[in-house]
């Protein structure tokens, strides 16, 4: 029994290592059959993949023409912008330096100290005055503002569609949003502006806006209708694709825009919306006072402006003809200020036409009396000529007329 155990302990001890390589070879090609085959448990296939080597990343895959083409006019963009902004500050450093140049050369031409002194006082009363106008300009404007946000007409900007739209369109709503803006803050009767949906990439851009946390306005991440679900009776969604026509502005409706920017890719989305949430949808009565030459559709900041002038004159005809610009609107349909501007104009280009008529007379007359000198000067000149000609001729024939004498003698 010892010699048995002995030699079983000689045999597992003369195990080689080539045995034992193939036999870890043998486990690993078993551990990958198990993880091809759908028939072993999800820890054998763990296990098998755990094991076996990191398999090589797909290759990228090459972009298209128009692809190419939309990052290569995006690069240029960046860097005509780049270059722009650099020139600009650029100017403003020439221009300071220029200013401070004279200033110093101002300061020198001076003779005495005491004209220095009044000349650096009343150059600091005109900054604080200055800054005294800001200062008041300011509270005003606060005043306003805290006003509107009482008793002023509420105006929601509804931003929940930034996934519809490309970069290049985000920016020019972005730019949109920050003309209504800076027009709600120059009016005398302004409007409570909101802006709901601020969340994701629109937020992110919007949030680059310098001194945006400091705007008097409602910023919401929720939707409109979270935001403004205890008052969803007087939410009235402004689009062109609607029936009803707004013939007045009412103080307890709360009017939403649709923050979209979209070349007319996504029509009637915002009609859609409105009918999807419940909610009353209107459009502005511009086909009642002029002819648009394509669509009703306008900008975001130009509906804005509409609503606001409405609110200051009451009267939509000169809202419209004061914010939408003349290439939008047809010639054949003109507006009596159009048409008022252009008799000033038809009355100015007559007058013109009758001076440049007059001129046009004075200079004909002119070059007629040059004309008439011309003639007499050339009719002298060919006087002296015959009276020269005829002078020769007849000092020519007396000559002759001697010559035949002599010869007769």
């Not at 002298?380 to 020769?392: F, M, Y």
Request: proline share 3%; net charge neutral.
């Amino acid at each position: 029994m010892l010699k048995k155990l002995a030699r079983h302990l000689d045999l597992t001890i003369s195990f080689s290592r080539p045995h034992l390589n193939t036999f870890s070879r043998y486990l690993s090609h078993s551990h990958t059959k198990m993880a091809d085959d759908p028939t072993t448990t999800p820890s054998a296939a763990a296990a098998a993949a755990a094991t076996a080597e990191p398999a090589d990343l797909a290759p990228p895959q090459p972009l298209s023409k128009s692809a190419q083409k939309k990052l290569i006019k995006q690069q240029r963009y960046e860097a005509k912008k780049a270059e722009k902004k650099a020139e600009v500050k650029e100017h403003k450093m020439r221009e300071k330096e220029r200013k401070r140049k004279e200033w110093d050369e101002k300061l020198a031409n001076m003779s005495s100290e005491e004209e220095k002194l009044k000349l650096i006082e009343s150059r600091k009363g005109v900054r604080k005055e200055r800054m005294e106008q800001r200062s008041e300009e300011r509270e005003k404007k606060l005043e306003r503002l805290s006003w509107a946000k009482l008793h002023g007409q509420n105006i929601v900007i509804d931003l929940e569609f930034s996934h519809l739209m490309t970069p290049n369109e985000l920016n020019s709503l972005i730019q949109q949003i920050m003309y209504c803006y800076a027009v709600n803050n120059r009016c005398t009767s302004p409007g409570h502006l909101w802006l709901t949906g601020c969340e994701g990439n629109m937020g992110s851009h919007l949030n680059r806006i310098p001194g945006f946390d400091k705007w008097l306005i409602e910023k919401e991440k929720q939707s409109y209708i979270e935001a403004l679900q205890d008052q969803k009776e007087n939410l009235v969604y402004l689009t062109a694709d609607a029936e009803t026509i707004l013939d007045d502005l009412d103080p307890k409706k709360i009017y939403i825009i649709g923050g979209l920017v979209d070349r007319n890719r996504w029509k009637g989305l915002t009609m859609k919306k409105a009918e999807e949430q419940g909610v009353q949808a209107a459009k502005l009565p511009i086909g009642n006072y002029l002819k648009m030459s394509s669509s009703q559709v306008l900008t975001v900041n130009q509906v804005v402006e509409i609503l606001l002038r409405y609110l200051e004159m009451k009267d939509w005809k000169a809202a419209f003809f004061q914010v939408i610009p003349q290439r939008k609107r047809c010639d054949t349909d003109l507006g009596d200020h159009d048409k008022e501007l252009e008799g000033d104009g038809k009355l100015e280009n007559d007058s013109c036409a009758e001076n440049q008529k007059k001129m046009k007379l004075s200079e004909t007359d002119s070059e007629g009396s040059e004309r008439e000198v011309e003639n007499g000067e050339n009719v002298k000149d060919n006087v002296s000529k015959l009276r020269e000609d005829t002078d020769s001729e007849a000092s020519k024939r007396e000559i002759e007329v001697d010559k035949s004498e002599k010869e007769d003698v």
